[in-house]
């Protein structure tokens, strides 16, 4: 008896083992039907045992010789970002797969084929398998496909629009003063080095997502008492709410709105690896005062009750169910709107039986959390990033605060219009600042697609001839080395050849370094690529200014740039992370420089005494040591984040700058 169970566990591995073989040969054999380049895996980078065991292997297997094979290079999960642009560089061609016995990725990096993927959205849909842990709420628009997707897209796509951005140019503006004076209050000699950019601008995301998202006003902790202040949607917002412990706070709910949305967002890693049932067991590594945020929200977020009939802290309730005009509506009051919950559907209850929403309870509440999830992380990672970029690139900087100044001039932020000063941000070094700082860290590393297992090869164009992707294969657009693409790109060369920004990857060129300049043009360009000379100089931003500087901003061939995606699944919420972005960066920078902090190199006292030239090599330090950090800290969570590490900086008043002088 005991023999009979000893053969079976050998042999379970056995078979395991000879499966993967037959799985592996079939999907070589898949992979040379293609024509294109393929490298071989011994496993799946998001094999589940390698996924938790790399981490304690990883020190091991560095110290054998195929530590620098390619093969080895793609186990990582991370590959896009560590490796960038090199592993098309390396295998000569801008189109690749890599195999497993697990199946096939073919990966691209060329404009001209990630057009054509967007384009055809019926023959390339979204692997919607890959997105299932964003169905915490309910499907919603991410994660579905087909039918249904355009069910939901039209349904919530009406509140994505020119009133709602304007809401969102106001709180922003208002939430951007607040961050900038509690970063300039209250500082003393031995503090006035910030070490939370990142987790501050996550704070202004979520409040600018939760006034314009779900109509809850809140305010920065520690805000001055400034009296009620109109917001863009009709509401007011007063100090006399506690800050971020009460808001949204009522009956007999034992966490507040904001706590638990930051309980939620905070920890929600951990509810899309654990089953609910096992969270409170890990009580060691997570908090159990987030499991009821998590479980539902359902004590702190209201749910989705249609005899209420909408929820009490959601704005327009009450103009909603009068049929009143909606201008100034949440995203979450459009989108119970849409669904079926309108003036008609409200009021009429003599035959409720007749009307059938066009979401389910779910499907609402699956939404709105894709809405808060994305929109947060989205706009607050490129807030905190350009900030760090423009810290390490002290004339980039300045150039965005001239732009600024022609912009704005004398007026007080209160006097900054959306109407008139969001198109000369976004056309001019503001726009260009955002538009580098997505060309270099996108929010996600590669974008899914598939082509289905159930149908037939699909052919794409590839340098002029046809290759057939075939069935259950799994398709990563890498925005990563699509927007390092020398092909597409202009580039010129790199400013310290013999210290580039990436060891590997388009070491000959700039297309690793922070230049936003180079989307400025310097004269009316016809064709989608011009010359790098044509496209930034020391003097471009004085060539775009105001709102006639459209045709001055460089636009890349279709496929080249996908922050956002493209085609008919590109991101809804595209022009509202532009204009949270923007106008903080505007009120940030407007009368503020952002310089990295040296303390580990110098105190304060030692750099007043310094030269120009010492100050400058001090902070030749501390750019490298961001540089490093990001280059190595950096990885996917829900967006692209720094996973360790703090990137310490000093806001100064302009005028005011240890590091401005001298400095490139």
């Known amino acids: 008896m005991i023999s009979i169970w000893l053969l079976t566990l050998l042999a379970l591995p056995l078979a395991y083992f000879l499966h993967s073989l037959w799985c592996l040969r079939r999907n070589i054999a898949a992979a040379k039907a293609t024509g294109l380049p393929y490298v ?54 801008d189109n690749f797969l890599y195999v497993s016995p697990a199946g096939n990725y073919f990966n691209t990096a060329d404009a001209a084929v990630i057009d054509q993927i967007t384009r055809r959205r019926n023959d390339f849909p979204k692997p919607i398998e890959v997105y299932g842990s964003l169905d915490l709420y309910g499907k919603n628009v991410v994660t579905t496909e087909g ?28 939430q951007a003063q607040s961050m900038v004076q ?21 704070r202004l995301s979520l ?87 998590l479980l539902g929200c359902q004590n702190g977020c209201p749910s989705v009750d249609r005899n209420d009939p909408i929820p009490p802290t959601l704005s327009g309730r009450d103009d909603l169910a009068s049929g009143k005009a909606q201008e100034g509506m949440d995203l979450m009051g459009f989108l119970l709107k849409g669904s079926g919950t309108a003036p008609e559907s409200v009021n009429n209850t003599s035959d409720k039986s007749q009307s059938k929403p066009l979401l389910s309870d779910t499907e609402i509440m699956g939404n709105a959390f894709v809405f808060l999830l994305a929109g947060h992380e989205t706009a607050a990672n490129s807030i905190h990033f350009s900030c760090v970029y423009l810290a390490m690139h002290p004339s980039s900087q300045r150039r965005l605060q001239s732009s600024l100044d022609r912009i704005f001039g004398s007026r007080p932020i209160s006097e900054w219009q959306y109407e008139k000063d969001f198109n000369a941000l976004f056309s001019t070094m503001a726009g260009a600042v955002l538009a580098e700082e997505l060309r270099l860290i996108p929010p996600v590393p590669a974008i899914p697609k598939c082509v289905p297992r ?44 013999k210290h580039p920004v990436h060891p590997t990857s388009n070491t000959d060129n700039d297309l690793e370094e922070f230049k936003p300049e180079r989307w400025l043009r310097l004269t009316s360009q016809t064709s989608d690529v011009t010359s790098e000379q044509d496209l930034y100089t020391e003097d471009a931003p004085n060539t775009a200014t105001g709102t006639n500087s459209s045709n001055a901003f460089h636009r890349p061939p279709r496929g080249a740039y996908i922050p956002f995606s493209e085609g008919y699944r590109a991101c809804l919420g595209r022009r509202f992370a532009q204009v949270e972005v923007l106008a903080v960066l505007a009120v940030i920078f407007k009368d503020h420089s952002v310089e990295l902090a040296v303390d580990q190199y110098a105190s304060d006292d030692e750099v007043e005494k310094m030269s120009g030239e010492e100050r400058k090599a001090v902070y030749g330090k501390a750019v490298e040591d961001v540089r490093v950090m990001m280059r190595e800290k950096m990885g996917m969570m829900f967006t692209m984040q720094m996973r360790e590490g703090k990137v310490g900086v000093r806001v100064v008043k302009r005028g005011e700058e240890r590091f401005g002088a001298g400095l490139g």
């Open 147 to 174: 039918h249904l997707w355009k069910h939901h897209r039209k349904t919530v796509s009406p509140p994505f629009n020119e009133k709602n951005n304007r809401m969102v140019w106001v709180e922003s503006l208002r």
């Open 207 to 293: 409040y600018v997502i939760s006034c314009a998202g779900f109509g809850v006003n809140l305010n920065w902790p520690g805000a001055e008492d400034q009296g009620k202040q109109p917001l863009a949607n009709g509401h007011a917002s007063s100090n006399g709410e506690k800050g971020l412990e009460e808001p949204g706070r009522s009956g007999d709910h034992k966490m507040s709105y904001v706590d638990a949305l930051q309980t939620l967002l905070h920890n929600m890693i951990w509810l899309l690896v654990l089953p609910i049932n096992l969270l409170s067991t890990f009580s060691m590594t997570f908090d159990p005062s987030a499991i009821p945020s």
């Open 40 to 93: 071989v895996l011994p496993w799946s980078n998001l094999n589940l045992p390698w996924l938790i065991s790399r981490p304690f292997l990883l020190p091991y297997l560095n110290r054998f010789p195929f530590r620098h094979t390619l093969w080895f290079r793609l186990l990582s999960v991370d590959w896009p970002w560590h490796q960038q642009y090199a592993v098309f560089q390396q295998l000569a061609s």
């Open 454 to 497: 159930n149908s037939s090869p699909q052919t794409l164009v590839i340098d002029n001839q046809k290759h057939a992707i075939q069935p259950a294969t799994y398709i990563n657009l890498v925005s990563l080395a699509a927007h390092r693409n020398p092909k597409t790109w202009p580039a010129g060369p790199p400013s310290d050849p």
């Open 182 to 202: 509690g970063w300039m209050g209250h500082r003393t000699k031995s503090s006035l080095t910030i070490y939370k950019v990142a987790e501050d601008c996550m």
